[in-house]
């Protein structure tokens, strides 16, 4: 038997276990970067869990360090080698560190509660609608549509200068806030994110959004002042015009208004250069047609009341 042959059917196994191993090693990749898209939430919360331990151990570390120089100082005070000033300063560094130590345990809390609310919130698996990057995405999105409205809505646009005036600092700083969350988010919803990355977009949407809600407030309170926007609709509002309306028709009822309002101003500051244009030209017709009548009572003595009488021409005799 050829040799080749025989090595062949020796070994034939080699290209199909490598084919089948390279396959199951691939889709194992593949379910592992699925399950930690999934995970990702719950993995940003247990390490800012872990950062958060960290720091509460560093504080109560820095509380005892204080604790014991604030007992040296005291000790040489009583000795006359240090003064009231220095256990004061000591004094006031314990105090700062305990603040510390404070802040540090209630932050440690709310970790640990943040891991608890993602671990109820993970997604089913193959529920990619549901993904935390995902969803972080859409409500960064809908932040964007919320103040794109302000943009395209002419009615908006007019009532509500202020949410498309970069120079107004509260929508400056939803501006800036936005183009942070930008900065910071991914590509897609499949692509690869690390929890601390995550971490970071989901804090920068956060930031956005409250950066909006403020800028948002601000000018509706600069619109109602200006008389350009009803009121907020509230609970047993009598205004029925606003009250259980839709938003549609609410918008629809405010565009009204303002071009109504802006029809008027235009109507009267129309007639106002009309009536300026036109006074000096009355007075002076006025003043010209009476002297011309006065003229043509005295030089003519036919004139009657200011008009010309030309003679009635006769007819020849026979």
Same mark, same amino acid.
């Given at each position: 038997?050829?040799?080749?042959?025989?090595?062949?059917?020796?070994?034939?196994?080699?290209?199909?276990?490598? +084919?089948?191993?390279?396959?199951?090693?691939?889709?194992?990749?593949?379910?592992?970067?699925?399950?930690?898209? /999934?995970?990702?939430?719950?993995?940003?919360?247990?390490?800012?869990?872990?950062?958060?331990?960290?720091?509460?151990?560093?504080?109560?570390?820095?509380?005892?360090? $204080?604790?014991?120089?604030?007992?040296?100082?005291?000790?040489?005070?009583?000795?006359?080698?240090?003064?009231?000033?220095?256990?004061?300063?000591?004094?006031?560094?314990?105090?700062?560190?305990?603040?510390? @130590?404070? @802040?540090?345990?209630?932050?440690?809390?709310?970790?640990?509660?943040?891991?608890? $609310?993602?671990?109820?919130?993970?997604?089913?698996?193959?529920?990619?609608?549901?993904?935390?990057?995902?969803?972080?995405?859409?409500?960064?999105?809908? +932040? +964007?549509?919320?103040?794109?409205?302000?943009?395209?809505?002419?009615?908006? %646009?007019?009532?509500?200068?202020?949410?498309?005036?970069?120079?107004?600092?509260?929508?400056?700083?939803? %501006?800036?806030?936005?183009?942070?969350?930008?900065?910071?988010?991914?590509?897609?919803?499949?692509?690869?994110?690390?929890?601390?990355?995550?971490?970071?977009?989901?804090?920068? @949407?956060?930031?956005?959004?409250?950066?909006?809600?403020?800028?948002?407030?601000?000018?509706?309170?600069?619109?109602?002042?200006?008389?350009?926007?009803?009121?907020?609709?509230?609970?047993?509002?009598?205004?029925?015009?606003?009250?259980?309306?839709? @938003?549609?028709?609410?918008?629809? +009822?405010?565009?009204?208004? %303002?071009?109504?309002?802006?029809?008027?101003?235009?109507?009267?500051? %129309?007639?106002?250069?009309?009536?300026?244009?036109?006074?000096?030209?009355?007075?002076?017709?006025?003043?010209?047609?009476?002297?011309?009548?006065?003229?043509? $009572?005295?030089?003519?003595?036919?004139?009657?009341?200011?008009?010309?009488?030309?003679?009635?021409?006769? /007819?020849?005799?026979?």
């Amino acid at each position: 038997m050829d040799p080749l042959w025989a090595t062949i059917a020796e070994f034939w196994w080699i290209g199909p276990a490598t +084919i089948g191993t390279g396959a199951l090693g691939w889709l194992g990749l593949r379910r592992e970067r699925r399950e930690r898209r /999934r995970r990702i939430e719950l993995d940003a919360a247990r390490l800012e869990l872990r950062t958060a331990k960290r720091d509460a151990a560093t504080a109560r570390a820095a509380v005892r360090v $204080a604790r014991t120089e604030l007992d040296r100082l005291q000790a040489e005070r009583a000795t006359g080698r240090a003064s009231a000033t220095d256990v004061a300063a000591a004094r006031r560094q314990l105090d700062r560190a305990t603040d510390e @130590v404070r @802040v540090a345990t209630a932050t440690a809390r709310s970790r640990r509660a943040h891991v608890t $609310a993602a671990r109820a919130a993970l997604p089913a698996a193959g529920d990619d609608a549901h993904l935390p990057v995902a969803r972080m995405m859409r409500a960064h999105d809908e +932040i +964007i549509a919320r103040w794109m409205t302000y943009e395209t809505d002419p009615a908006r %646009l007019i009532a509500f200068p202020a949410m498309t005036d970069a120079r107004q600092p509260l929508t400056a700083a939803f %501006l800036a806030a936005d183009k942070a969350a930008r900065e910071q988010r991914p590509a897609s919803a499949h692509a690869r994110v690390t929890p601390a990355q995550f971490t970071a977009y989901r804090d920068a @949407v956060a930031a956005a959004g409250r950066a909006f809600a403020v800028a948002e407030a601000e000018a509706w309170r600069q619109a109602r002042a200006a008389g350009d926007a009803p009121a907020r609709p509230q609970p047993g509002d009598p205004d029925a015009r606003t009250t259980g309306a839709p @938003v549609r028709e609410q918008w629809t +009822i405010i565009a009204q208004s %303002l071009t109504q309002t802006a029809l008027a101003r235009g109507t009267e500051a %129309l007639a106002r250069v009309v009536s300026a244009r036109t006074s000096p030209v009355v007075s002076d017709a006025a003043s010209s047609g009476t002297a011309s009548a006065d003229d043509g $009572a005295a030089g003519d003595p036919d004139a009657g009341g200011g008009r010309r009488v030309w003679p009635v021409p006769r /007819r020849p005799r026979a």
